[in-house]
């Protein structure tokens, strides 16, 4: 059974940065991505970052030269760096995580383990 346990997260000026880490146990794919996503209330879930398991990455447009995703193997450990936060980066963020994939899907439908989100808040 596959777990994921976000950390990090909280409240932050704009301009400001934040990181989040998410552990993953019981994981046994060979081909696998991992995610961070996001939600606002009364907003479908965003997805936010995006690694394979051969380190490729990409993100949302909205976030691109600000955030950071990367892991570590040994560690099981996701991380999302989040810098020159904007009011607009405000949500709950999820780790997500995917078997059987190359190429990371953007569809939070294709992702069929969650953690339980924190919530990273932005003020202006």
């Known amino acids: 059974q596959v777990q994921l346990v976000e950390s990090g997260g909280g409240s932050v000026q704009a301009g400001g940065s934040l990181g989040l880490s998410c552990a993953a146990s019981?994981?046994?794919?060979?081909?696998?991505?991992m995610a961070w996503f996001r939600q606002v209330p009364g907003k479908e879930r965003e997805g936010v970052a995006f690694?394979?398991?051969?380190?490729?990455?990409r993100y949302t447009d909205s976030v691109k030269g600000r955030f950071t995703i990367s892991k570590d193997n040994a560690k099981n450990t996701l991380y999302l760096q989040m810098n020159s936060l904007k009011p607009e980066d405000t949500a709950m963020y999820y780790c997500?995580?995917?078997?059987?994939?190359?190429?990371?899907?953007?569809?939070?439908?294709?992702?069929?383990?969650w953690g339980q989100g924190t919530q990273v808040t932005v003020s202006s």
């Open positions: 997500a995580a995917a078997g059987g994939w190359y190429s990371c899907p953007s569809d939070s439908r294709k992702y069929n383990n």
């Open positions: 019981g994981y046994t794919y060979s081909n696998y991505c």
């Open positions: 690694i394979n398991s051969v380190g490729t990455s």
